[in-house]
């Protein structure tokens, strides 16, 4: 038994494997998910589960169909390891009543994680994880989990292996036109980081003529070479050796659930995940003429409240994590939504990250245009200004977190890095505006032990200043 230690995040619950991620603890979730469907109404849509390539992710993911089919509800499995947008749309195109997933995303190699996607394909609202966590946490005390052998719940037709690929692919077709990319010629590396999205490039456009180079495309629960697979420059060393190497046009990484995207100009320079947020949103006001609103959280870039001044468009903002941002885009039919984290949903799609959908549109902008990745990035600073950001993860000592918290929560600094502090809010975490737009924000993570601090600014070297500023007031 637990005591009721699964707690939701972000997105999802996260634990170290064998520790508290076991196949008991992933069984009272399945439970939880399966009672959630019953209070719902929406047993009868059935289930979508999928798995990353995470060590025991396959196995996981069949102990959770088990429990979903011992209580009587068709599971569409997936046969193989699978990105998490696959999976999303996966729910649409089987209409099903959601989907669990078993991945960690980004995580360090040790953890392993329980996704549940609504019936829209989004990640899992407030509400709806309460309710998860209510069910989750009974269970934990009663014990009382109804479980189906594999074997026989497919013999009866309760669990049916499902690819669901080829109705991503036709979904993905509505946004990007492949006829268009045949006649032109890209070379690009893709650094699939061991995780699910392996070979999606790859199979996505293999009618063009571009020559696609994969990288780290062999399942390796390890993510050998890098401390997690998330898709930010200090993992990225070895794209950016081989985009340089090749002479490539871009660089392309997905993280372990290939919901995150990190692009590489045709330098081996990294391209924040501000700065390829305010790209994809340049891409659609100005190359598809489109118009909608921009949603963002708290964590991601001023330069969408400029493009939305340039091209009258309305920008929100939320707390991290896409369960608050897929609500915004739903209410407002927003034109793009996403997080700092390097996670973008584009409307029309699933209200959801998608790496793969957002490195298409990344490669159609640079065919329509005619530019390079840097060039793209010279055209988003001539209209909004240049803007530098920077991130920094600090381990931190878990009883501290709340002396952390009121440390930060009491200090209001009349300036920062010898500029006025015009405003402080605490939305998610603690933020300090600067007179001159500069901010700088301090928050735990939701899906892992960390303490980080952001900062945006107009000067590369400030952003370091900010940095230590901001850890200063941490006190760590």
């Known amino acids: 038994m637990i005591k009721n230690t699964i707690k939701f995040g972000t997105d999802g619950w996260r634990g170290i494997i064998a520790d508290d991620f076991t196949f008991h603890n992933v069984c009272i979730c399945a439970q939880g998910v399966a009672e959630y469907l019953q209070q719902s109404g929406l047993v009868q849509r059935g289930l979508v589960i999928g798995y990353d390539t995470r060590f025991a992710s396959k196995d996981f993911a069949v102990a959770a169909a088990e429990v979903i089919a011992g209580n009587n509800i068709k599971v569409y499995l997936c046969p193989t390891a699978t990105p998490t947008p696959v999976i999303s749309y996966g729910v649409l195109a089987k209409q099903a009543g959601g989907a669990i997933i078993i991945t960690a995303s980004h995580n360090p190699a040790k953890w392993n994680g329980f996704k549940y996607k609504s019936a829209d394909g989004a990640s899992a609202p407030t509400e709806v994880v309460s309710r998860l966590e209510e069910n989750i946490a009974d269970i934990a005390e009663t014990g009382k989990i109804s479980r189906l052998p594999l074997t026989e719940a497919v013999n009866r037709g309760l669990v049916e292996y499902t690819d669901l690929f080829p109705f991503y692919r036709k979904q993905i077709e509505k946004f990007v036109d492949f006829k268009d990319f045949k006649n032109k010629n890209l070379k690009i590396v893709v650094d699939s980081m061991f995780g699910a999205g392996i070979g999606y490039f790859k199979e996505l456009l293999k009618d063009t003529n571009f020559e696609i180079i994969e990288i780290n495309d062999q399942c390796n629960p390890a993510f050998p070479g890098m401390k997690q697979p998330e898709p930010i420059a200090v993992n990225l060393s070895k794209l950016s050796e081989i985009v340089k190497k090749e002479k490539a046009d871009v660089g392309l990484a997905t ?102 959908l957002a490195g298409l549109c990344f490669l159609d902008f640079m065919i329509k245009t005619g530019k390079k990745p840097s060039e793209l990035l010279g055209d988003l600073y001539n209209k909004v200004g240049k803007h530098y950001y920077d991130r920094l993860d600090i381990e931190f000592p878990v009883l501290q977190r709340e002396i952390i918290t009121n440390r930060v929560k009491e200090s209001f600094p009349e300036t920062l890095d010898n500029v006025k502090v015009i405003k402080k809010d605490s939305l998610d975490g603690f933020r300090f505006t600067l007179a001159d737009g500069t901010w700088l924000l301090i928050r735990f993570s939701g899906t892992e032990p960390l303490l980080r601090i952001y900062t945006e600014s107009n000067n590369l070297e400030r952003v370091k200043r900010m940095l230590e500023l901001g850890k200063k007031l941490t006190g760590v």
């Open 255 to 356: 993280d372990g659930d290939s919901d995150r995207i990190g692009i590489m100009d045709e330098n081996g320079n990294f391209l924040t995940q501000l700065q390829v947020f305010a790209l994809l949103a340049l891409y659609l006001l100005e190359v598809r003429s489109q118009r909608g609103a921009i949603v963002k959280t708290i964590t991601s870039t001023s330069m969408l409240q400029k493009l939305g001044d340039i091209y009258n468009v309305p920008v929100f903002e939320t707390k991290v994590g896409f369960k608050y941002v897929a609500p915004v885009m739903i209410e407002h039919d927003a034109l793009i939504g996403g997080e700092e984290s390097g996670g973008y949903g584009l409307r029309g799609h699933v209200p959801e990250r998608d790496a793969l």
